[in-house]
């Protein structure tokens, strides 16, 4: 689970984001938000707008209880019927990202990158590597050394001990001329039994399980604290400045 030496985009005029924190938020209306901007990326494209003129986004938020189920995954990881679903007020949602199902909930930071590659690099591995290098950084910063696994997307921790291999952040993203959609999800202090619902992300190999940060630091983190170091690692990584629309 060694760093793999990424770099920051170099450019001599930095791309420009626009962040904005939604806080919590359904799913429905965060992925109707998420398709508007991306489709006003798209658009910009084909109409041939300036490089200079360009601008990401970035939204962060959290959402009340809801399983994703990416387009490659499995209907039969959802080990919840639709009664027991409304019991535990859990939502269900099958979307156009990569991966196979995941848990969203109260806690767990949410990060959108609407991102044109075409003013970084037009590479969706790297793109990916670079969300996971943002929170291995971040996770770092509280003492928690994570990484990758082999044939696994997202951020891991070792096992140790008694415990197993443990994914802290799932990734899942979709792109659509060169423009990003989804993309990653952080346990912070999320309620981890939520995860029972599910075969997280389809793995059923033993020896891999699911963690927060709340539960390897063995207390409730600032989730705030939390947004403003992720926020600081991928501006650094990819090379871009935040802005304010005007």
Known sequence: ?????????????????????????????????QEELHRGLILRKRQGGAADERCHHLLFCEHPHVYTLGKSGSLDHLL??????????????????????????????????????????KDVHRY???????????????????GRVERYTGVWLAARGFLPQRKICAIGVHLSR?????????NVNTDLSFF????????QEEGKGVTSMQQELGEQVDMEEVK?????????LFGFEFVSLS
């Open 196 to 203: 029972g619902g599910i075969i997280p992300c389809g793995i």
């Open 1 to 33: 689970m060694a760093f793999w030496g990424l770099r920051r985009v170099e450019s001599f005029a930095m791309e420009k984001v626009v962040f904005r924190d939604l806080g919590r938020i359904s799913y429905a209306e965060a992925w109707a938000y």
């Open 128 to 146: 990916v590597r670079y969300l996971e290098e943002a929170v291995i950084r971040t996770l770092a910063e509280y003492g928690i050394e994570a």
């Open 80 to 121: 919840l019927d639709e009664e027991n679903l409304r019991a535990r007020g859990v939502e269900f949602y099958a979307i156009n990202r990569g991966g196979d199902i995941t848990y969203h909930g109260p806690g767990q930071l949410v990060a959108y990158p609407i991102f044109d590659l075409d003013g970084f690099f």
């Open 178 to 186: 060169w423009v990003t959609l989804h993309g990653l999800a952080l």
């Open 228 to 236: 403003v170091r992720l926020r600081k690692h991928l501006a650094e």
